[in-house]
């Protein structure tokens, strides 16, 4: 199973990179109270709502799924969440101290979401192939009690370092590969307040959402300082925000500084999400 990093006994280095160098994925229950998430979730709902009327604004991912980007001031909890002692822990142990901040937006599978395919989110970087070193970091936090017919997210384990040579897109691997992911997968359940951090090349997909209910997930894309992810996404902040913001938090942002915010325009697309499979 994946290691969890129980709140209260200490953040250890050792357990960080064991886990994400093993499992590719570590978790931390009860980080944040339901109250801070319930918040969350009524801005995430505010954006997915203000994004669905604009052309381009929510990306598909299949049928009832979508990934949206958004500002980080349009989210009241950004810096409690980039200033959680956890997520700056695990950031420094896996990416240094220089990491920086790429990426915030969510995901939301809907009721009817099918499974997604197995998939990393972008092609493995020479650092991990070669170098056999991770350089990036998805951290998730869901805004609801997960149960097993929302659709769970479902990770292959030990699967961030598998070649992809003959992956398409570098990050869709050949269908006769799923039954060795379905043996090492885990399904993940996780209750308010908790988040988890991951490699972003472990293999894994959002499984079909059977339930009445969205599942609603935030995520918060993190790099080293020799990665490249910025340039898939426009991480924008206004000057007035940028004002308010601690100086500890904008010198691990890479971000793009505006007189007023710009809509987002989705600097990549997924295109084997786009069709979604039983």
């Known amino acids: 199973m994946s290691t969890?990093?129980?709140?209260?006994?200490?953040?250890?280095?050792?357990?960080?990179?064991?886990?994400?160098?093993?499992?590719?994925?570590i978790g931390l229950k009860g980080a944040f109270e339901r109250e801070w998430v319930e918040q969350v979730g009524e801005d995430i709902e505010a954006l997915f709502q203000d994004a669905l009327q604009r052309p381009g604004g929510a990306l598909g991912r299949g049928p009832n799924r979508f990934y949206v980007?958004?500002?980080?001031?349009?989210?009241?909890?950004?810096?409690?969440?980039?200033?959680?002692?956890?997520?700056?822990?695990?950031?420094?142990?896996?990416?240094?101290?220089?990491?920086?901040?790429?990426e915030i937006g969510f995901d939301i599978p809907g009721p009817g979401a099918?499974?997604?395919?197995?998939?990393?989110?972008?092609?493995?970087?020479?650092?991990?192939?070669?170098?056999?070193?991770?350089?990036?970091?998805?951290?998730?936090?869901?805004?609801?009690d997960v149960s097993d017919d929302m659709g769970p997210f479902e990770i292959a384990l030990g699967t961030q370092w598998d070649a992809g040579e003959d992956f398409a897109h570098g990050m869709f691997p050949p269908a006769e590969y799923s039954s060795r992911y379905v043996e090492r997968a885990v399904r993940r359940t996780p209750r308010m307040g908790d988040i988890s951090a991951r490699s972003a090349l472990t293999i894994h997909r959002g499984t079909a959402n059977r339930s009445d209910r969205s599942r609603p997930t935030l995520v918060l894309g993190v790099d080293a300082p020799c990665a490249r992810n910025a340039e898939r996404h426009d991480l924008q902040v206004s000057r007035a925000?940028?004002?308010?913001?601690?100086?500890?938090?904008?010198?691990?942002?890479?971000?793009?500084?505006?007189?007023?915010?710009e809509p987002i325009v989705q600097q990549h697309t997924i295109e084997g999400l786009v069709m979604g499979v039983m």
């Open 241 to 261: 925000y940028a004002e308010t913001l601690p100086d500890s938090v904008k010198r691990h942002m890479t971000y793009r500084l505006v007189d007023e915010l």
């Open 69 to 102: 980007e958004i500002h980080p001031e349009r989210l009241r909890g950004f810096v409690d969440l980039v200033t959680h002692p956890w997520v700056v822990a695990v950031c420094e142990a896996t990416l240094g101290p220089d990491y920086r901040i790429v």
């Open 114 to 144: 099918m499974n997604q395919p197995w998939h990393r989110d972008f092609p493995a970087p020479d650092e991990t192939l070669a170098g056999r070193r991770l350089n990036s970091l998805a951290f998730n936090l869901t805004t609801v």
């Open 4 to 25: 969890s990093i129980e709140q209260g006994t200490g953040y250890d280095v050792a357990a960080i990179m064991g886990g994400l160098y093993g499992d590719g994925i």
